[in-house]
């Protein structure tokens, strides 16, 4: 059974940098991604990194946030530098199984950007 525990959300102000993990339990992964939404829209995906270390980011974090995976582990870390309040959102991890190729999602974890 999949099993993933995210932390490391909180209250940050502009300008300021928080790192969020989760860790990955029950199966080997393919693809580990952050993605994050904000009510009322819909989630959208930050960045992805997948088992042979190909990245994607969303314009919008581009140069300021990294994706990392410890595979041993099965962790995946998104670093977020120069935090925006537009940043301000609830980010999930979400991964792919290596074989079946089903998604995953963790429960969310409150970023806010503020002064």
């Known amino acids: 059974q999949v099993q993933l525990v995210e932390s490391g959300g909180g209250l940050v102000q502009p300008g300021g940098s928080l790192r969020l993990s989760c860790a990955a339990s029950?199966?080997?992964?393919?693809?580990m991604a952050w993605y994050r939404q904000v009510p009322g829209n819909q989630r959208e995906l930050v960045a992805s990194l997948t088992a042979n270390d190909i990245t994607y980011y969303v314009d919008a974090v581009k140069d300021r946030f990294t994706i990392s995976r410890d595979n041993a582990k099965n962790t995946v870390t998104l670093q977020m530098n120069s935090l925006k309040p537009e940043d301000t959102a609830t980010y999930y991890c979400?991964?792919?199984?290596?074989?079946?190729?089903?998604?995953?999602w963790g429960k969310g974890t409150l970023v806010t950007v503020s002064s």
């Open positions: 029950g199966s080997l992964f393919s693809v």
């Open positions: 979400k991964v792919v199984t290596l074989f079946s190729l089903k998604d995953y």
